[in-house]
């Protein structure tokens, strides 16, 4: 099978277009055929070296699938040949043509959505859900601040939070502004004009989609007692933080569930949800979605098409 994959840590430029082995599935496995695969910050975080030698070489990136399934494993029963599936894989290695998944880590796709937009979903649409209401607690009518709310964390967090009852401040840059405010925002702070202000409504909860060394003027914004919840790696001045009463939880390392992605695929078959796509390339183009998503100026989520006549 064709498969993406690189020999050593570095830009994207290491990222090689190769003929490998198909895998098997083992048991309580399935073996995808891979239609389309979800790009991530991690991808390129772990292509790059930032995560040391956790993951071994050569490396398929790709963590997002949706598919069909190949083959069964032993012991599976959930799913059949030729069932239409999405999730997440255990190890990586959706940039492939096939991959094999843990059936507790797969559903059915969404029934409205395509392949390609299927696999743009569910790291960044359940990081968003579980950041706002297992690590965030939110609450209907409080004020959340997304930041970075144009991205693919970012967009389904607007949405989620506005769904939820709540009041919604999405920070992006100008160009973005409309879009934001399409998906739900109240409000949008364009971080390209000018500095922050004070929002129309104190704010009780922060979620940074961004990380980075501008995490500090989120606490700006946020009320005493506020929370502050960070999906990627920030700065953050804790003294300042408990001199305003203010919680920062740390960066949690989500593993999704079958249960989720279900609950998921019913939110977008309902309707409740939208999945924006800033990009679709296919898997011999890898690089160039790793070089804009290192941009970090993607509108919604990239994705890498496996198969090029995915629907």
């Known amino acids: 099978m064709k498969a993406v994959r690189y020999h050593k840590h570095g830009g994207p430029e290491v990222l090689q277009l190769e003929e490998i082995p198909r895998p098997a599935p083992s048991e309580m496995e399935v073996l995808v055929r891979v239609h389309a695969a979800g790009l991530n910050p991690g991808d390129w975080q772990i292509r790059s070296g930032y995560a040391g030698d956790r993951f071994p070489l050569p490396y398929i990136p790709g963590w997002d699938v949706s598919g069909v399934v190949e083959a069964i494993g032993p012991g599976v029963s959930a799913f059949r040949v030729g069932d239409e599936v999405y999730g997440m894989t255990a190890n990586s290695g959706a940039c492939a043509e096939y991959v ?3 059936v507790t880590q797969l559903a059915r796709k969404p029934a409205v959505l395509s392949h390609i937009q299927a696999a743009a979903v569910p790291m960044s649409c359940f990081t ?10 939110l609450q209907a009518g409080e004020t959340v601040i997304v930041n970075g709310a144009s991205g693919g964390v970012g967009h389904f967090a607007v949405q989620l939070a506005k769904q939820a009852g709540a009041r919604v401040i999405g920070i992006a840059s100008g160009r973005n502004a409309p879009f934001v405010r ?12 000018a500095p922050r202000e004070q929002p129309l409504w104190p704010a009780d909860l922060a979620l940074d989609t961004v990380g980075g060394t501008s995490g500090d003027l989120l606490l700006n914004l946020l009320r005493p007692g506020g929370r502050l919840v960070p999906v990627a790696f920030g700065q953050y001045d804790l003294e300042k933080a408990a001199a305003r009463n203010v919680t920062v939880t740390a960066v949690q390392l989500l593993q999704i569930g079958s249960a989720a992605l279900e609950d998921i695929a019913r939110w977008f078959d309902r309707g409740d949800l939208q999945v924006a796509l800033d990009m679709t390339v296919p898997l011999a183009a890898t ?5 804009r998503s290192e941009s970090r100026r993607a509108r919604g989520k990239i994705v890498i098409v496996v198969k090029p006549d995915s629907v």
């Open 100 to 102: 094999a998944v843990p």
């Open 128 to 137: 968003a859900w579980h950041a706002l209401t297992k690590q965030g607690r």
């Open 182 to 193: 399409e998906l739900g925002a109240d409000q949008v702070i364009d971080y390209t004009a």
């Open 287 to 291: 690089r160039q979605a790793h070089e």
